[in-house]
């Protein structure tokens, strides 16, 4: 079991509204997020880089939520449209060889969508790109991550942004043993325990030293 799990990329905090996203994870931390992007899906985010002993990796905390003008009941990216408030949609990993995996994981049933292309455009007007895993096949569990390829685009965890310290992350399901089966067949290893409904959740320290849930 690994505190943190495998080959994590990053994970999704997403809600109605983008503003409230930020200012409840900034309440809650004394972190705020940096500005990301907008993507062409309706969306717009924030980034928080994490740490893990103190060394910055290539995990980040992605707050997401519909791009200005857009109304929260057309954004259907992370389950937007049926949010009420803020909450962990999900997470993402990078393995070495996202075309492997995604091969291999598919070959053993797990429905992770296409490997498509996504970009967004950063404040400074440069356009990042990268390829995940997603569309009408994925399977909606959102304890199921899904796959991401940055290739030769700079990782986002290593610019600059607020940092805060990663301690662990927890996913709750009903069916933990048939969940820990998906995650061998992704190569991944987390922290699985067992409850009602599939949930995610992480520790980190606030900027006061004192450890937070976000859920």
């Known amino acids: 079991m690994s505190a943190i799990p495998t080959d994590l990329d990053h994970i999704v905090l997403a809600g109605p509204d983008l503003a409230a996203v930020v200012a409840g994870f900034e309440q809650l931390t004394g972190v705020r997020g940096a500005p990301g992007g907008k993507?062409?899906?309706?969306?717009e985010n924030h980034l928080v880089a994490f740490t893990v002993g103190g060394r910055r990796t290539?995990?980040?905390l992605e707050l997401i939520g519909p791009t200005a003008g857009v109304e929260a009941s057309e954004v259907e990216t992370f389950g937007i449209s049926r949010r009420s408030g803020p909450?962990?949609?999900t997470f993402a990993i990078h393995p070495a060889d996202v075309d492997a995996v995604h091969?291999?994981?598919s070959s053993a049933g797990v429905r992770l969508g296409d490997l498509r292309p996504l970009s967004r455009r950063k404040p400074d007007g440069d356009l990042l790109e990268w390829r995940v895993s997603g569309?009408?096949?994925?399977?909606?569990?959102?304890?199921?991550?899904?796959l991401i390829d940055w290739?030769?685009?700079?990782?986002?965890?290593?610019?600059d942004l607020p940092t805060i310290e990663l301690v662990s992350v927890?996913?709750?399901?009903p069916e933990p043993e048939a969940l820990r089966a998906t995650y061998a067949a992704l190569g991944l290893d987390a922290d699985i325990v067992a409850g009602p409904a599939p949930a995610i959740s992480f520790t980190v320290v606030a900027s006061d030293g004192g450890l937070v849930t976000v859920a």
């Open 58 to 60: 290539r995990h980040y």
């Open 103 to 105: 091969a291999e994981a």
């Open 87 to 89: 909450g962990v949609a």
């Open 135 to 146: 569309g009408p096949g994925r399977d909606p569990d959102p304890a199921v991550p899904f």
């Open 39 to 43: 993507h062409p899906t309706g969306t």
């Open 151 to 159: 290739a030769d685009t700079p990782h986002p965890a290593l610019g």
């Open 170 to 173: 927890t996913v709750t399901h």
